[in-house]
């Protein structure tokens, strides 16, 4: 039965959930915080146990191949493990009951970096961590489940991206999850230890810069702030993080290439060389609408950079030297935002991938036009773009495009001014969650949800960071069909 298939999943993942939570019980305690380590590791039992019920629960249970599990594994999983993600924030009474601490929750795991939290001291360094970690963890996952799942759902087109991992062709969606979190969990893991290391070199404290990494790889944007309000300190720091959210951008298995010190295959190059492209044009876009200069050359560029690489990425990292947000500067950050970068990054959005394959379609149709005897049709990493996969892609751009409209008036119902409901809707959805502050410097903040609006944001970063299409299969008649 899939139900048990899909629970079992949930059990595994739990386990893991209370190692995370074990984790920032340890560095809570190793700042000698004892009320926010009573609550991880009282958080970190429950899940545990949970966990533990849940296993002998569905023990013996035949894991079968099932579409049902495929698709409802990825929401499932965003529904239910927050409840447990949360635990520590609705324990600890400085961080506000259960839904704020269930958006908490939401946002770090679908890497959006939307927070309740801000700056205040109370929480402490543990749950701070903790927090951070929570998102890291969050950004692995998503890289897993769509390798695992939505590849073999075919969402948006998704099986044109071949990462030359083993598939697990005819295995369980759990056993083909565990096996792709095994091997990208060394290359993942390493890259933010590096990201860590430069920071550490360019003057940051260890647990700035590991926090910051954190975000950086995962491309979250969730910063801890206590006693500071600059991302980091100095110039170099910015460039390290440009560096790292450029990296963030690119697909996870190609540093697993890198990391063995294997070959890296033709359609991973061409992947990457993609984004590359787009983020070399989209930096040119920002530097050219952050005109005029307001200070330095070196500042420009830098706040440039930055700002066009963290959009791209969707991390949501604010430069101490970002351009002017004009309204033409605001706008092109934002559909930086809302493209996203590689298929298989800790990013949101559309992805550029898609976009590149409808580029070449409309160049495919024009030579078309000019040659009608003569057969064109667009290609990607090699493989033959037929017109089943366009359709997918323009499947998920029109839900994504009617998922924003309606979203923007639900957020104008609940009393915000176009421009912020605007904002509030692209950063779910893109999971780009600082982005709100970007586009609007006036929002009173996350706060000003009220519990309703807070529900509501969170589905649609649930939403986003399942491509839409997954959830509304499960809707149609024919996914219930045997």
């Not at 770090?108 to 109370?122: K, Q, R």
Request: aromatic content about 12%.
């Amino acid at each position: 039965m899939f139900v048990a298939h899909v629970g079992y999943i949930i059990a595994r993942l739990l386990i893991v959930l209370s190692g995370v939570q074990t984790f920032g019980y340890l560095v809570a305690m190793g700042y000698g915080e004892s009320g926010p380590a009573g609550t991880l590791l009282a958080a970190a039992a429950f899940t545990a146990f949970c966990s533990l019920g849940l296993m002998i629960a569905f023990r013996g249970s035949k894991l079968q191949l099932d579409r049902r599990v495929d698709v409802f594994t990825p929401l499932l999983v965003l529904l239910l493990l927050p409840v447990f993600a949360a635990l520590p924030f609705v324990i600890d009474a400085n961080a506000g009951g259960f839904w704020r601490g269930y958006f908490e929750a939401v946002s770090a795991l679908t890497t959006t970096g939307a927070s309740l939290l801000g700056s205040g001291d109370e929480l402490g360094r543990g749950l701070y961590f903790y927090r951070a970690l929570l998102e890291w963890g969050g950004g692995l996952l998503t890289v897993v489940m769509v390798l695992a799942v939505l590849t073999h759902l075919n969402i948006g087109a998704l099986q044109l991206y071949d990462c030359g991992l083993p598939k697990g062709e005819g295995e369980a969606t759990g056993e083909r999850m565990r096996k792709y979190g095994a091997a990208l969990f060394i290359p993942y893991a390493g890259l933010t230890l590096l990201c860590a290391i430069a920071l550490v070199l360019a003057g940051e404290d260890g647990f700035r810069s590991s926090t910051v990494a954190l975000a950086t790889l995962s491309s979250g944007g969730f910063v801890q702030t206590i006693g500071q309000s600059a991302l980091v300190d100095n110039p170099a720091g910015e460039w390290i993080l440009s560096l790292f959210m450029l990296v963030a951008g690119l697909n996870l298995p190609l540093f697993w290439y890198v990391f063995r010190l294997r070959r890296v295959r033709r359609q991973e190059r061409e992947h990457a060389l993609t984004y590359l492209r787009f983020t070399v044009l989209a930096v040119i876009a920002v530097l050219i609408v952050g005109l005029p200069l307001t200070a330095s050359v070196g500042d420009w560029l830098r706040g440039g950079i930055f700002s066009a690489i963290s959009a791209f990425s969707t991390t949501g990292f604010i430069s101490s030297a970002a351009p002017e947000t004009s309204l033409v500067t605001l706008l092109v950050l934002v559909s930086l935002a809302f493209l996203g970068a590689s298929v298989a990054s800790t990013s949101g959005g559309i992805k550029a991938m898609r976009l590149i394959i409808l580029f070449r379609h409309i160049l495919a149709e024009l030579r078309h036009l000019a040659h009608p005897h003569d057969a064109f049709a667009p290609h990607f990493a090699g493989r033959l773009v037929n017109e089943g996969y366009l359709g997918r892609i323009w499947l998920l751009i029109f839900a994504f495009g009617i998922t924003l409209m309606l979203s923007t008036l639900v957020f104008a119902l609940f009393g915000f001014e176009i421009t912020s409901a605007v904002a509030l809707t692209v950063a779910a959805l893109s999971n780009t969650g600082p982005l709100i502050y970007m586009v609007d410097g006036q929002f009173a903040g996350m706060e000003s949800l009220g519990n309703w609006g807070l529900g509501f944001f969170a589905a649609l970063m649930i939403l986003g960071r399942l491509e839409i299409v997954a959830v509304l299969s499960v809707i149609s008649a024919g996914f219930w069909r045997r």
